[in-house]
């Protein structure tokens, strides 16, 4: 049918393929070199992303049992901050009560509410009562919560309102881009938090299933880590179509070394040099830099995350955040701050620097981290610490080196227990730090 519809004679077409076939019998060698070089330019090159893997492993759980709460050890620092708003009062009242219950019961730390609006009388004297240490409310400025000066305002409503059109998760919500930048950047130096250098992130609606037994904030300072999660995520493509490029061009544009952690973060081009780059140039859908590499789009998902405001607030993520702000996009489309975060640590930090917070169960919304429950005695069966903290779940076995929960009340076995869920692609960011290869996906991630 094609060849009735292109009308050229038959003869014509035997012509063409007969001299087509000459060609290749002609040119065998020379056009089976090109390929075997191809394939072995795409090759090296891909190989420049692998993985390697250390010698030991680079970050391991803090404790894998239950501790007794070091009540009178000293604190750092640092605070728990909530962004929550006054009608999210019951929700935020659910995730105090949880994280007092699980872990703030013994080392109050004081928590740090923050809203865009003045609070409501009945949000204040409530929320007072809930936690165990000092609680401090502070509203945010309109440069805070606000479109950046010298943008188009209307412009940007315009973006906001096609991408909730279009479908967008969040993008119709102007609300929602105001809350990305302002964890994006301005929230690292709200007055409030100032006197702190350590943050732990929590959210309205929040449950944290297992005793925290020991202090992360102490322990991060101690291990030399910046970052610590729970749970990664891959990212949804539509939100954040030029956030990679921007990123890599600030990266290339200053020099910065290629980190084992933003190797995580990439899928290397199979696309032959020269047609590599000139792939990212004619068929860019998004997401890769201008050498035809990829973001892989897995992220930390930041409604947890407790981490340095020193690093933060330092000089190259601070130009990071302004170098993007200037572009527009947390308004034209719909940048996330998970996604700065991430990339971000990966351009600026080794993954020997982020901790990932195995042994915490959590969750929000329909994602849960489920760790296993240490066996036996790791439980401290007979403190009276812990005594508020039961009943637990099924323990795992003693030769388990995955059990590693303290009183967790989840259920690993329901609930998948570390390993990952479907859509989480928190082993692609924990494989740098990782000694032990055990799977085909933990070998193949190292080539791809």
């Known amino acids: 049918m094609l060849l009735r519809n292109i009308n050229l004679p038959r003869a014509g077409i035997s012509h063409i393929l007969r001299n087509f076939l000459r060609f290749l019998r002609q040119y065998r060698i020379a056009l089976l070199l090109l390929v075997l070089a191809a394939t072995l330019e795409v090759s090296l090159h891909a190989r420049k992303y692998s993985i390697p893997r250390p010698d030991h492993d680079l970050d391991k759980p803090f404790y894998s049992r239950c501790q007794e709460p070091a009540v009178n050890q000293s604190r750092e620092d640092a605070a728990l901050v909530m962004l929550v708003r006054n009608w999210e009062l019951e929700k935020a009242l659910k995730t105090v009560h949880s994280i007092e219950k699980h872990f703030n019961k013994w080392f109050h ?10 609070w409501t009388d009945e949000f204040m004297e409530r929320m007072k009562e ?3 240490g000092e609680v401090v409310f502070d509203v945010l400025t309109p440069e805070e919560w606000s479109f950046p000066a ?4 209307e412009a940007a409503r315009e973006s906001i309102d096609r991408q909730g059109k ?5 993008g119709g919500l102007e609300s929602y881009h105001h809350m990305c930048r302002f964890f994006s950047g301005k929230f690292y130096n709200v007055p409030a938090l100032r006197p702190y250098k350590w943050y732990w992130r929590i959210e309205p609606d929040v449950e944290f299933h297992c005793a925290i037994t020991y202090d992360p904030f102490l322990e991060m300072a101690r291990h030399d880590k910046v970052y610590g999660f729970t749970i990664a995520l891959t990212e949804l493509p539509r939100t954040c179509p030029t ?7 600030f990266k290339e544009a200053r020099h910065l070394p290629t980190t084992t952690l933003w190797k995580a ?3 290397p081009s199979w696309v032959p040099w020269p047609l590599r780059g000139m792939s990212s140039w004619l ?37 990071l955040v302004r170098s993007l702000d200037n572009t527009g996009g947390f308004y034209h489309e719909r940048w996330g701050d998970a996604d700065v975060h991430s990339l971000a640590l990966a351009m600026l930090l080794d993954a020997r620097y982020i901790h990932h917070f195995q042994d915490i169960g959590y969750h929000h919304d329909i994602f849960t981290q489920c760790p296993v ?20 779940a099924p323990e795992g076995r003693h030769d388990d080196p995955n059990a590693i929960g303290c009183r967790c009340e989840c259920d690993a076995a329901v609930r998948g227990g570390t390993m990952d869920y479907s859509g989480y692609c928190t082993h692609r960011l924990t494989l740098p730090n990782r000694a032990t290869r055990r799977s085909w996906v933990d070998l193949a991630v190292t080539w791809f």
Not at 243 to 249: E, G, M, P, V
Not at 292 to 317: M, P, V
């Open 373 to 392: 429950n240490a066996a036996g005695e790791k439980q401290l069966p007979r403190s009276e610490s812990l005594v508020e903290n039961q009943p637990w």
């Open 166 to 170: 279009a479908g967008i998760l969040y």
């Open 283 to 319: 068929f860019n859908t998004g997401h890769t830099d201008r050498h035809g590499d990829s973001w892989n789009l897995c992220h930390y998902w930041s409604n947890f995350e407790i981490a340095s405001l020193d690093f933060f607030r330092g000089k190259e993520y601070q130009e």
């Open 109 to 118: 730390y004081p928590i740090v509410f923050l809203n865009d609006v003045p």
């Open 130 to 132: 809930a936690p165990s």
């Open 265 to 267: 973060m990439i899928s």
């Open 243 to 249: 956030l990679f490029r921007r990123i890599s061009d």
């Open 150 to 153: 010298g943008m188009d305002a």
